[in-house]
């Protein structure tokens, strides 16, 4: 059976420094496309979302059409689940029309997991509640690499919603296994005390200046108010406690580059002007999406990591 | 005149003070004595126990059988051989049927259901509330006068204190427990498993051991001010299981049980996102197993139930945070009692058996556990170290939602007897029939 790509935790850093190689020849030329390979010619990807995504679907769909293959998207909406279908009968239902993986998002934690167990198609996570987005912590490992030479002994100072965060567990597994410092930054109800266990490296402060400072790297997590179940800290004072405006800057490392996975919310989180600064790599981040996921459906279609 | 002699067995009675080899006779379902050179008839049947324990009939004080309302589940049918199989003579089911065991016709409807189906003693638990909905009162005194021998909201915590002090102070009119599932719903809400390091990895919604703290405390305040009879069902937090040493030690009618599997397994020994491993409470930390281990054996705890909470697969085959809560555990309670608890030596046999025994019996006060002549004769017979394996897939229950299938265990059950009927027995060759 060929594996999927499920989370960054159980990943080895030789197979994540596999697919950032990948992944840079696959980035396209300055002022050209993508190319298109033929790749992955005569091989067919699901993408099921049951969650709204425009950038990472999209993405997914543009990297497998780049390697050739076909792929065929199914929102929640249009799919038997509003029928009342249960995930593992839709799944099975997909299954056997043969694709060779499935490309899944969900909002449920370990939806994909859950699955995998029941199912020999292979999975490719592509975020699944508040547990991991593997592939948008290795486009983002793919865009500080463009700027940089390792990510060995970088400040990376996460900051925002925490807790209800894929994005930041799966970039604190990745940035861990390389040595990395990663400070995790947000109000204390956003910030469970456990998360420090997560990974080495790991630190935690509710001081949005503590966690800029000497920072290499800011990356900025969208307040998920969908996963909100409740007022974790008064919505008026978000943007004056933890957004990121241009006197923060000062504070981190002259090169610092400012990340955001999006979508962003100007003047919740990150103030327009950092948002469209030179500091910012938020445009470069959805170019390598395509980059990196490319890699990964190479990898998990052609069975390279089975080897 | 049926007569049963079960032979030469280590007769243990805590009620009795009794522990050695002896021969336990019974006649017409009364236990007659309890002895060596009975006076047996030619025509009694004879049940050699030698090498086996033969202890008074276990009690689950924590069941939930489905019926009426969710028989695709369960049944008192099914529910009641399960137990046998468990070892179990009494069983005592929690009033989260469809409709709520919030009156005496449902008390009624259970007791001859189970009159006609139960191969084990059923002791219906009635309702706090109305619908256990929390607001209205339930008629307890009608339910109690049909059979119920308690009342619990399980599942749906009474969260206002004040309804809560009124059951208390109504179920003392009747000398009856109030037993309380203690979750402060605000504090778990949305929550799939114990709060801690494996909840933030896993990115799933935790349960925090404080939401059962904090209705512990309510409770033994009320408990203090009511004087009511006051049992906190499935104890599973550090700091609960400290503040019920703390109200028995000033006095008050204040009691605990705890299941098997929150003595047995932390929140890290969960499968990743398996159902099969969801309950209320959580598993929980090694710092929370440890506790409800000491009071177990210190008498903090003073009852193993079960929390036997069958769950068709079609509900537990879904994405975790879909699945409902609960487990089964009336085949693997003595197995995993054994494992954890008496071969490790953290309690002797005799507590184990009292854990069973008088301990429910004396929270219900039901007439059972106990040996003592003259009593009903419910018998539990067992081995300390026949080895079996658990397979669900053969279960009496009508459902498979078990952590423990495919565990072997040291010791279980052997024979069950109510009434002075075996209802059950394993099979010879170790494994279950």
Known sequence: MRSGLLG????AREEIQAILDRARDFQPKPDQG???LALLRGRMVVNLFFEASTRTRTSFEIAAKCLGADSVSITAQASSVSKGESLVDTLNTLAAMRPDAIIMRHAASGAPHFLQRHLETPIINAGDGTHEHPTQALLDARTILDRGTSLEGLRVAIIGDIAHSRVARSNAYLLSKYGAEIVLCGPASLLPPELKQIAPGVTLTTRMKEAIRDADVIMMLRVQLERQHEAAFPASEYFQFYGLRLEHLRLAKPDVIVMHPGPINRGREISSEVADSQRSVILNQVENGIAVRMAVLERVLSGVAAN | MASLLIKNGRVIDPALS???????LIEDGVIVGIGKDLAVKQSAEVFDATGLIVAPGFIDMHVHLREPGFEHAETIESGARAAAAGGFTSIAPMPNTFPVNDSATVTSYIVEKARKHAVVNVWPIGAITKGSAGEELAAIGSMVNAGAVAISDDGRPVMNARVMRRAMEFARS?????????????????GDMHEGFESVRLGLRGIPGCSEDVMVARDILLAEVTGARYHVAHISAKHSVGMVAFAKSKGLSVTAETTPHHFSMTDSDMLPYDSHFKMKPPLRSHGDVDAVIDGVGNGAIDAIATDHAPHPGSEKMQE????????LGLETALGVSFEHLLHPRKIGLKRLVELFTTGPARILGIPRGTLATGAAADVTIFSLDRGWTYDVNKSFSKSRNSPFDGKTFRGGPVATIVNGQVVWRASSTGGKE
Do not use: Y
Not at chain 2, 320 to 327: L, N, R, S, T, V
């Open chain 1, 34 to 36: 993508f190319r298109k």
């Open chain 2, 174 to 190: 009747f000398n009856i427990p109030v037993i309380d599932h203690c979750e402060d719903l605000h504090l778990s809400a949305g």
């Open chain 1, 8 to 11: 960054i935790e159980g990943l």
């Open chain 2, 18 to 24: 009794h522990d050695g080899v002896a021969d336990v």
């Open chain 2, 320 to 327: 975790f945070e879909k699945c409902p809560f609960g487990i």
